[in-house]
């Protein structure tokens, strides 16, 4: 048996042109869930793309933001996280789905109001996932995903920490033509 030379296993592996790239878009709904405060942020949102670089591997940009409203004695506490990232997903299709594994680095933004005071922060986060899509016909697919957000913590012990994200929304994949 021939074994395939070195270079091309490498030349395999690059991009290829951008006339024959896949794009996608995906955007949904987002849920997250934060492990050290014990809260969950019920109101979400998410909004992606990703350029195929192989069929296996994209390069993907992710933003997000998660709400909620905490009741007080006196009032209610306000609290939102955003983020924007960009990353690397795997991706491989087994049957109908397709399964994807990611990791995303960006920036994380926190805040808070309450009693008529807002405080907020940004720090470095790194978000690896993993996820389903299931194709719906023609280009568009239903995707469930599962975030874990590490958060790196400020010198003033703000926030940092982990969360956990939930994306249940739509696909849209452009192919070359």
């Known amino acids: 048996m021939r074994r395939?030379?070195?270079?091309?296993?490498?030349?395999?592996?690059?991009?290829?042109?951008a006339a024959a790239q896949t794009f996608e878009i995906s955007g949904g709904y987002a849920l997250?869930?934060?492990?050290?405060?014990?809260?969950?942020l019920p109101s979400?949102?998410?909004?992606?793309?990703?350029?195929?670089?192989?069929?296996?591997?994209?390069?993907?940009?992710d933003a997000s933001g998660q709400y909620a409203t905490v009741a007080l004695f006196t009032g209610d506490a306000s609290l939102h996280v955003h983020t924007v990232m960009g990353g690397a997903r795997?991706?491989?299709r087994l049957g109908k789905l397709t399964e994807f594994g990611q990791?995303?680095?960006g920036v994380v933004r926190t805040s808070g109001s309450a009693f008529g005071a807002?405080?907020?922060?940004?720090?470095?986060?790194?978000?690896?996932?993993?996820?389903?899509?299931?194709?719906?016909?023609?280009?568009w697919a239903a995707r469930a995903q599962l975030d874990v957000r590490l958060i790196r913590r400020q010198a003033d012990a703000t926030n940092g920490g982990l969360q956990y994200r939930f994306v249940a929304g739509l696909t849209r994949r452009f192919l070359p033509r």
Do not use: E, K, N
Request: aromatic share 4%.
């Open 4 to 17: 395939p030379s070195p270079l091309l296993l490498v030349l395999l592996c690059l991009p290829r042109p």
């Open 44 to 61: 979400g949102w998410m909004a992606g793309a990703a350029i195929a670089l192989t069929p296996a591997f994209s390069v993907v940009a």
């Open 118 to 139: 807002t405080t907020s922060a940004q720090s470095l986060g790194v978000q690896p996932g993993v996820g389903i899509d299931y194709p719906l016909g023609g280009r």
């Open 90 to 92: 795997a991706a491989a």
């Open 32 to 40: 997250a869930r934060d492990a050290r405060d014990q809260l969950t």
């Open 103 to 105: 990791v995303l680095i």
